[in-house]
């Protein structure tokens, strides 16, 4: 099979213009499809141990629903993925107000973030590799962010079953920035993600409060549910009698990955394995920080190519620096200045065992 990327409307937004599907195919067969509204990746197809194709991103299948209410089904996020407590931050001297959207705090970018705008879009295919780049200028101001921020996101689907993301960004004033990609993943392709295997590369994680905002506590995982350096199941401590548990559903929260020395190295953040199928799921990034998030919050209410999305039928795996860091000096720094570039690139493979 020859690699291709092809592209089809996929419906016209509240204010007139058109958005469109590409469909990235490798030699393999793995397919992505992934749309100019908000860089929202809508499925992507991956076979079995016995070569079956599933789709094991969770979404829709049209473009309404990802302009109305969404739980960021597959979008890019930014300015700032996750949160920002109260939306309030410091920034050279002066106080910087950004709307709140999630519990009186800042949460991916606000209701206008990235993953409600319409991309630019140039498909482009590189020997057995497809790809598309996706260019947006944030405006100053923009959901009260300061400076204006040109941003560029490269998907690229190789021969070898990765899907590569790579960010960046330019700003003509500091402004904090935090871009991440949340796909809900269920590697079986229907029911629950409890008996997904999962291992994370953190000794560490950041405990939040019940608003969901980080302590500035780096806690170790050793003796906690939130320990997953050897595989265990979603499920098998999710029910534990444990605080941050209670606070978060379950898992939401920010892993401190463990990283070598050299900086913007590339290390295996997570590995998830669906035991029915042989699906394996791999995560490789250069980010400091991924969020775990076991879909607490789907509720059935959502529904999509012909699934419904119940309680704890997906999970995402978020490479990102760390919440609310502009608020916690402590934190990996997510201030980009003018003469500055922000780049980070983060892979998603996929296998079978």
């Known amino acids: 099979m020859q690699p291709s990327i092809t592209s089809a409307p ?10 469109t599907l590409y469909t990235l195919t490798n030699p393999s067969g793995i397919m992505v499809k992934i749309t100019d509204f908000g860089g929202i990746i809508t499925e992507i197809h991956v076979p079995d141990r016995d070569g079956q194709m599933a789709d094991i991103a969770l979404g829709y299948g049209r473009l309404q629903p990802y302009t109305d209410e969404s739980p960021y089904f597959g979008a890019l996020i930014g300015r700032y993925g996750n949160r920002i407590a109260h939306g309030r931050f410091e920034l ?16 991916h970018g606000g209701e206008g973030g990235f993953h409600r705008r319409l991309w630019r879009a140039l498909p482009f295919q590189e020997g057995s590799s497809v790809g598309l780049t ?5 405006p100053d101001g923009e959901e009260g962010y300061p400076g204006n921020l040109d941003v560029t996101v490269v998907y690229e689907l190789t021969a070898e079953g990765e899907l590569v993301m790579a960010f960046d960004a330019i700003t003509d004033r500091a402004t904090p920035i935090n871009l991440t990609q949340h796909a809900y993943f269920n590697l079986a392709g229907q029911g ?12 560490a994680y950041t405990p939040v409060s019940s608003a969901l905002i980080p302590t500035g506590e780096l806690r170790p995982v050793a003796g906690t549910p939130f320990d997953f350096r050897t595989p265990h199941t979603i499920g098998e401590r999710i029910g534990a009698d444990d605080e941050q548990l209670r606070f978060g559903q379950g898992y939401d929260h920010n892993f401190v990955l463990a990283r070598p020395a050299a900086a913007r190295a590339s290390v295996l953040a997570v590995r998830v394995r669906d035991p029915r199928s042989g699906r394996v799921l791999e ?3 250069e980010e400091p920080g991924v969020q775990f998030y076991s879909g607490n919050f789907l509720d059935g209410t959502n529904t999509g190519k012909g699934q419904t999305y119940g309680f704890r039928s997906g999970f995402c795996i978020e490479p990102q620096h760390f919440p609310d860091s ?28």
Do not use: C, W
């Not at 996929?10 to 958005?19: I, M, N, Q, V, W």
């Not at 050279?92 to 949460?107: C, E, F, I, K």
């Not at 201030?335 to 493979?349: D, H, N, Q």
């Open 10 to 19: 996929f419906g016209t937004l509240p204010d007139g213009r058109d958005a």
């Open 92 to 107: 050279d001297g002066r106080t910087v107000q950004l709307p709140v959207n999630s519990g009186g705090n800042h949460l």
């Open 134 to 138: 996706l260019m947006y200028r944030s």
């Open 192 to 203: 629950d993600i409890l008996e997904h295997q999962v291992t994370i590369h953190a000794d």
């Open 283 to 285: 995560l490789y990034t």
């Open 326 to 353: 502009p608020n916690h000096p402590s934190f990996p720094n997510t201030i980009l200045r003018p003469g500055g570039e922000y780049a980070t690139v983060s892979r998603f493979k996929f296998s079978v065992e």
